[in-house]
C-alpha cells in the first residue's frame, strides 16, 4: 500500500512552470489599465510658482508634457559678472532675454565703454562733435557715469564760431579776452583729483580801451590814468616833462611819448 507524504515535493516541469508565469502575467493585466496621464500643470514656468520642490537653489521650467519640474543649480550668468572680471579699459556688459522656459541665463561680454546717446535738445558732448565749431556746454551730470569713461558727462549746443581765447594770455599784447555767455551748468567736485570740474568759457580777444592818461605825481613827472601820490621832492628833468606828450603807448600803458625834443631835453639835462 502506497502512502503520500506532503513533506516530499516534486520539481515542476519546464511546462508547468511556463503555465504558472502565464497566468500571473493575466492576473496582473487583468487588475488594472493602462496608467492615467496627469493633467496639465503649467504653460510657462511662472505658472509653477509656489508649488513644493526639493530644497535647493534652481529654478521652475515646463515640460512638454505642460509639467512643472524644478531644475536644482540652475545657472545665473554666462560670461562676466562684474567689471573686475575684464580687462583693463573694458567694463561686463550683461543682458538678459526675455524667456519662457528655463533655465534662462543672462549673458555678459567684456566690451568697451561706450557714451550714451545725446539727449535732446543737446547736440554735443565735447568739442569734437561740433566740427570746427565748439561745444558750449549747458548742463552736466555723473548719473550716466561709467567705468573708463570721463566723469561727469556734459551737454550742451554745438556753435558756429570756434572759441579763440579762454584767458588774456591767450591773447596778443594789448588785448584782452572778453569772454562770451558762461554756460549755466554748476562746477561738479571731482573726488578722484579733489578739484572742482567747471565747465569752460570762451570768448573773443578784443584790443584793450584807449586809456585816459594824465601828468600826476607831486611834480608832474609821472604818466598814468590814475591820480599817483610821490614825493615832493625837484630834480631838473621834471621841467622836461612840463611840455612832454602823456599818452597811451602801443604797449597799452600810459606813458610820455619819446620825442626828439624829450629826448633831448632829457640828454641835455643829465650833461
Not at 573694458?90 to 539727449?119: D, F, Q
Not at 568739442?127 to 552736466?140: H, K, M, P, S, V
Not at 584767458?167 to 549755466?184: H, T
Request: proline fraction near 13%; glycine fraction near 10%; hydrophobic fraction near 30%.
Amino acid at each position: 500500500m502506497t502512502h503520500f507524504n506532503p513533506r516530499i515535493t516534486r520539481p515542476l516541469s519546464a511546462a508547468s512552470l511556463l503555465l504558472v508565469a502565464s497566468a500571473a502575467l493575466l492576473g496582473a493585466k487583468s487588475c488594472g489599465g493602462p496608467k492615467p496621464t496627469p493633467p496639465p500643470q503649467c504653460t510657462v514656468p511662472k505658472d509653477c510658482a509656489g508649488l513644493p520642490h526639493v530644497d535647493c537653489e534652481g529654478a521652475w521650467s515646463c515640460s512638454e508634457t505642460a509639467q512643472c519640474e524644478w531644475s536644482c543649480g540652475a545657472p545665473g550668468t554666462i560670461g562676466c559678472a562684474s567689471n573686475t572680471e575684464c580687462g583693463e579699459g573694458l567694463v561686463c556688459s550683461v543682458e538678459c532675454p526675455v524667456c519662457i522656459t528655463t533655465p534662462c541665463p543672462c549673458i555678459g561680454s567684456c566690451v568697451k565703454p561706450t557714451l550714451p546717446p545725446i539727449p535732446e535738445p543737446y547736440t554735443c558732448m565735447t568739442d569734437a562733435d561740433c566740427g570746427l565749431g565748439f561745444c558750449a556746454i549747458d548742463y552736466c551730470t555723473k548719473i550716466a557715469c561709467q567705468p573708463g569713461l570721463p566723469c561727469p558727462i556734459c551737454y550742451g549746443t554745438c556753435k558756429d564760431q570756434p572759441p579763440v581765447c579762454e584767458f588774456d594770455e591767450d591773447c596778443a599784447p594789448g588785448q584782452s579776452c572778453v569772454l562770451g555767455p558762461c554756460p549755466l551748468a554748476p562746477c561738479v567736485f571731482d573726488p578722484a583729483t579733489g578739484e572742482a570740474i567747471c565747465p569752460k568759457c570762451y570768448g573773443t580777444c578784443e584790443n584793450d580801451p584807449t586809456p585816459t592818461c594824465m601828468k600826476t605825481g607831486c611834480s608832474g613827472q609821472i604818466c598814468a590814468n590814475h591820480d599817483v601820490f610821490s614825493i615832493c621832492d625837484w630834480k631838473p628833468e621834471y621841467a622836461c616833462y612840463a611840455s612832454a606828450i602823456c599818452e597811451a603807448q602801443p604797449s597799452g600803458e600810459c606813458g610820455f611819448t619819446p620825442t626828439a625834443d624829450l629826448l633831448e631835453c632829457l640828454g641835455g639835462e643829465g650833461e
